[in-house]
């Protein structure tokens, strides 16, 4: 399976936008890049996905490099409730078209006050 | 909206005790999947079910057992509780997503001491 490397701990301000690097470089073709977050106490939910091009919603943007072996995931503006663990995944295609994520040990982002 | 419902959020077993973990989601997603969560890890794949009837190891599933009768339902056993097994237990479901990803729903976890 492909792997990712993220930094163990991030810090930030309060309000000010964030920028949670994310490298792959062994990723493949098919492999779809997946940002999900961790929140004290709670299971993990999903921020963003992308395949090639960057990608936004409402939550947050996604960088993906032109040759995707690395990509960013962007907080604009971001809020205490944004500290977490956040976690960058390649997805892996099983049978019937489903996928299986691995999980790494993530980017603990702080946010200061 | 319930989601992903975990049952019971808390356990403490004796080693060799035999239990199970409860998961249920009414999004009717077919695809659930059982993960563990160990102190400075990240989240460790132990079974997933592509379908009622349906269903494959993952990365680390010995130890547990899994079936899967209903879409709804997606229970994981423990047949003999041992302290290796010690750890936060998420189970998920999957929605197909426009352009083939996937998005998993967790639950809030079952934290489960072996001692």
């Known amino acids: 399976d492909a792997k990712t490397t993220q930094p163990n701990s991030m810090e930030s301000n309060e309000e000010e936008p964030v920028h949670l690097p994310c490298n792959h470089s062994t990723i493949s073709g098919t492999d779809y890049i997946h940002w999900y977050r961790q929140l004290p106490s709670q299971g993990p939910e999903y921020v963003i996905h992308g395949l090639t091009s960057n990608v936004n919603n409402r939550m947050a943007s996604l960088a993906i490099a032109e040759d995707r072996k690395s990509s960013t995931l962007i907080l604009h503006r971001a809020t205490l409730r944004d500290a977490a663990v956040y976690y960058c995944i390649l997805s892996l295609l099983l049978n019937f078209g489903n996928e299986k994520l691995t999980f790494g040990t993530g980017t603990r982002l702080t946010i200061i006050p | 909206n319930a989601g992903v419902t975990q049952t019971p959020k808390f356990q403490v077993l004796k080693t060799g005790q035999s239990m199970t973990l409860q998961c249920a989601q009414d999004m009717n997603h077919e695809y659930m999947s059982w993960y563990r969560q160990d102190p400075g890890m990240g989240l460790r794949l132990i079974h997933y079910?592509?379908?009622?009837?349906?269903?494959d190891q993952g990365e680390v599933p010995n130890g547990y057992n899994v079936s899967r009768s209903t879409t709804e339902d997606f229970p994981l056993r423990l047949l003999s509780a041992a302290p290796s097994q010690t750890s936060v237990y998420f189970c998920?479901?999957?929605?197909?997503?426009?352009?083939?990803?996937?998005?998993?729903?967790f639950g809030e976890g079952s934290r489960l001491t072996v001692l």
């Open positions: 998920a479901s999957t929605i197909r997503l426009a352009g083939g990803a996937g998005e998993l729903f």
């Open positions: 079910s592509v379908g009622a009837g349906i269903t």
